[in-house]
């Protein structure tokens, strides 16, 4: 049977209580480009993003413009989606928890976890951060009695409300966790969730009744269902959780929720505990990267300190951010955002290394063979060396890709660029053309150093898209665009003989450092 390799990734949901800033963008980037990476690879992929519009917060907000939440939620969520498209994330669906296709999961899950005893009915006192809509305990408080994560005041509430079982689940998700290794990466953060489990987990809050921006509960309308409740299950609702069992088989464990540091416990423990309570698999693994800061801190609304991804598209281009974004941060780990570190990338890697390497060498295929290609022979100890070089790269590049290296996958590219313009450097095609008895020389480097850049602009397709069909279209390779698999990059010599390149065109222009 020759059955397809499916691959579901998803990002977090986004709140849309704020402009999305370039830390946002990050996330978002780095699924995409696993997510074209596993495409390349031959998976058949589903790839979901979305917004997490429900909540005090966002009622609030809406109130004091005047709207009504929805109508302040479209606006926002318009503007997400604008963001996405200006940076080439490739999702295959958005999921708004606003929408009647999630309502029916969120409450049909409710009514089965209820229907099984899970669900119970109580009274909440807890401390309250409203605008991180989140609980927490006395012990959890920063050091001036805060909410940790923006350490702003927290209030005591005391409300009714509906509360899940989570504690009943604690040991078998803890012995889940113990017990797959892969299930929590990097690695570092598995303790720290095995150590909050072990404290002992307390039963769930899961409905509100001071607010009424949310899904009802079944049969007790005046309780709306409460964040993570509401925001986690999304992930089931696209891939046929309720309405279309094969695709959910198909897609149902998740391969990977791509989360921020800070939610990996809500994405680990409540969700393990969820779906446990469900009967439903785990997914297979939750990988928390670190956040972008600026100057040590962490980039956010109330800081101050946030970075416009939309205005960064517009001054340097997508693929510019995507590739600073990807090869900067060594994912899972915190990364410094930095103009000037960004313009020097560019001017580099991108104007100089990619842009002189396309350019020079489509250049000289112009001026000395009229843009043709002619036939390669095995070619001398240099020659062969270039072309183990890219062969060895793309074996590389598919081990670290798939190890999630990403930041490391883009710099084995980047070296081979390097090897590739130095190869110009040591063969110099322009003596080579001067001479007669160098053709077959010539017509050697000129090919290899084509078909370098046929692979190249496969192996960055996930990085930066556009700059791959750029390269793509200049070196005119008649094979479509996206019906290009990782596995042409594991040959040298698919491009045939007589093969005429196309004009060089500037990929990046270089950057004035004012
Ligand atoms: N709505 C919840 C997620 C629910 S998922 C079922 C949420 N939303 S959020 O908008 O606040 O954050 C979404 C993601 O953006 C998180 O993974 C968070 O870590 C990430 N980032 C927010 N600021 C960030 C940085 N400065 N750097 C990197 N990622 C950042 O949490």
Known sequence: MNEKKTFYITTPIYYPSAKLHIGHAYCTTIADAVARFKRLA???????????????????????????PIEYVDKIVAGFKELWKRLEISNDDFIRTSEPRHHKVVQEIFRRIRDKGDIYKGEYTGLYCTPCESYWTELQLDENGCCPDCHRPVEKVSEEAYFFKMSKYADAVLKYIEENPDFLEPKSRRNEMINFIKQGLED?????????????????????????????????????????????????????HLVGKEIVRFHTIIWGC?????????????????????GGDKMSKSKGNVVDPMLLIDEFSADAIRYFLLREITLGQDGNFNRDALIQRINSDLANDLGNLLHRTLNMIGKFQNKILLAPTEGTEIDKSLKDMAIETAKNYRQ???????????KTVWQFIGRSNKYIDETAPWKLAKDETQKQNLANVLYNLAESLRIISILISP??????????????????FEEIRLEDAEIFGKIEKNHEVGKPEQLFPRIEIK
Not at 215 to 223: A, F, L, S
Not at 283 to 290: L, R, S
């Open 274 to 294: 969820i779906l446990m309570a469900l009967g439903i698999d785990l997914p297979k693994k939750v990988y928390g990267h670190g956040w972008l800061v600026i």
């Open 204 to 256: 769930l809050c899961i409905s509100r009744t001071s607010f009424n921006w949310g899904i009802p509960v079944p049969d007790d309308e005046k309780h709306v269902i409460y964040v993570w409740f509401d925001a986690l299950t999304n992930y089931l609702t696209p891939i046929g959780f309720l309405d279309d069992e094969e695709k959910f088989k198909k897609f149902w464990p998740a391969d990977l």
């Open 463 to 480: 990085f930066m898209p556009a700059t791959s069909r750029k390269i793509h279209e200049q070196l005119q390779i008649s094979q479509p």
């Open 400 to 410: 670290l890709m798939e190890d999630m290296k990403i930041s490391d996958a883009v």
């Open 42 to 68: 031959g998976y058949e992929v589903f790839f979901l993003t979305g917004s997490d519009e429900h909540g005090q917060k966002i009622q609030r907000t809406a109130e004091a413009e005047n709207l009504k």
